[in-house]
């Protein structure tokens, strides 16, 4: 009998453990943070030169850079694309709004079984067409997009009623919080959000954080030294720009030393974006001597073209660049391989074989449908396009070189095409002619 016993130990007794380690093998944390008004030069690591960024320039160098990440060109549009995967003409009926019918990101990750919650600018419920929208003032939309927790501004208060930075008007859970003068609305979601971390740090979580820096108005933030004087704090100057993107990484870097205090820094995936391009009225240098203008609002390069870091330790033992394209509406499908599960009807690719090493086919075409629907300003450049890493084509065949007109000031004359930039520019409108039909005039 102790022989047989001593042979079952030896067959089965490994298999069993082996078994039980991987089925306790944690699904990793997500953490998606997304800079408000943040092109990708504003960034240390994409060769800024105006501006300190240590601690998002660590995750890059400890992770992934994607140099080439298309959004929208404008706030609520990128949102809409982002936590649905779904191009603009799919689901985009009001600016500031996102409808109940759909299905986004956090219900992805709260289906799979992850703990929840979003963090800083809201900007959905409708509150600019109040009229039209019967829900606008109801509290718990967030919750049934998927996030257990919220702490947000703009959610049935608008800007009108109080801004996101000094004495910031801010609804946490179903409250609206006491204001005070001296509170930093970014500080009361960072902590919104390390609290949320420290109380959940024992099952999966999923945290959204789209920033309300540094859209302006640019004022000081708690480490400039005008942020003394009260009557400052509300002063708009692009002076203040800089602090801001300070700010911003210093936010950053309170997360990802929590997620080190916590030993959970391993297996959180980090993904660090912005929404659209910066501030038109932002200059900014890069170490090459040039400077970009921010584009927010216009279909060029510099409104459209973001940072997109992913920082996975566990996953990610070499930092290196990925210079082919990555579109907003990769990000849902790339969160449900994540989550470990079957993703929802969407327009995107997901790029999580990238993250954890395996065979991938970089997307040849990148395509924005904006139609903004918020005022001249920015319903001027509402617009299609199609791209590929160098070339770019509009729907009025509006046809650019990138790689020597960033600014898209000289488009290609037809008659002057080689070979292949005719190739490439027969492949762009055979993309483009896929959503011709979506297009109002």
């Known amino acids: 009998m102790k022989i047989i016993f001593k042979i079952f130990l030896l067959a089965f ?12 093998k944690k699904q990793p944390n997500v953490i998606l943070i997304m ?6 030069e504003c960034i240390g690591a994409y060769g800024s030169a105006s501006y300190s960024t240590p601690q998002i320039d660590q995750l890059a160098s400890q992770g992934i850079r994607f140099q080439n990440c298309v959004s929208q060109p404008l706030c609520t549009p990128s949102r809409v694309k982002i936590m649905t995967g779904k191009y603009n003409y799919r689901n985009y009926d009001y600016f500031g709004h996102l409808n109940l019918s759909e299905y986004t990101f956090g219900n992805v990750m709260q289906d799979a079984g992850y703990a929840t919650c979003i963090a800083g600018k809201w900007q959905l419920n409708g509150l600019a067409y109040k009229d039209k929208m019967e829900d606008w003032n109801d509290n718990t939309r967030p919750n049934k997009f998927g996030f ?19 004495d910031p008007l801010i609804e946490q859970n179903g409250k609206v919080l006491d204001r005070n003068a001296d509170q930093y609305g970014p500080d009361i979601f960072a902590d919104f959000v390390l609290n949320f971390i420290e109380r959940k740090k024992d099952q999966p979580f999923f945290v959204y954080y789209p920033m309300v ?9 708690p480490d400039s030294k005008d942020w003394a004087n009260r009557e400052k704090r509300y002063k708009n100057d692009t002076a203040y720009f800089k602090d801001m993107v300070a700010y911003t990484d ?9 997620l080190k205090e916590l030993n959970l820094d ?9 929404d659209n391009g910066t501030h038109k009225t932002i200059h900014s240098r890069m170490v090459e ?7 927010k609002g216009n279909t060029i390069d510099a409104g459209t073209h973001v940072p997109l870091i992913v920082h996975w330790p566990e996953q990610i033992k070499k930092s290196r660049v990925f210079e082919e394209l990555i579109e907003f509406s990769d990000f849902f499908p790339t969160l449900t391989e994540l989550a470990g599960t079957e993703a929802k009807e969407n327009d995107g690719k997901s790029f999580y074989p990238l993250l954890v090493g395996d065979k991938y086919e970089p997307r040849e075409t990148a395509f924005v449908h904006y139609d903004p629907q918020w005022g001249k300003n920015v319903n001027q450049y509402r617009n299609q396009f199609v791209r590929s890493l160098d070339y770019k084509l509009y729907r009025d065949s509006n046809f650019y070189h990138l790689t020597t007109d960033k ?18 520019k027969i492949q762009l409108e055979t993309e483009m002619k896929k959503h011709f039909g979506y297009w109002n005039e």
């Open 13 to 24: 007794v490994p298999t069993l453990f082996s078994c039980t380690s991987n089925t306790d």
């Open 35 to 40: 800079a408000d008004d943040m092109g990708y």
């Open 148 to 166: 257990e927790e919220y702490c947000l501004w703009q959610l049935t208060k608008g800007r009108n009623e109080g801004e996101r930075y000094a």
């Open 213 to 221: 820096m540094v859209h302006d108005p640019f004022v000081p933030t």
């Open 250 to 258: 210093k936010i950053v870097g309170k997360i990802t030393g929590k």
């Open 266 to 274: 391993e297996n959180t995936v980090v993904i660090f974006t912005g």
């Open 289 to 295: 001597g040039f400077s970009i203008q921010g584009g």
């Open 407 to 424: 600014l898209e000031k000289h488009p290609i004359n037809i008659n002057s095409l080689d070979a292949e930039a005719l190739q490439i």
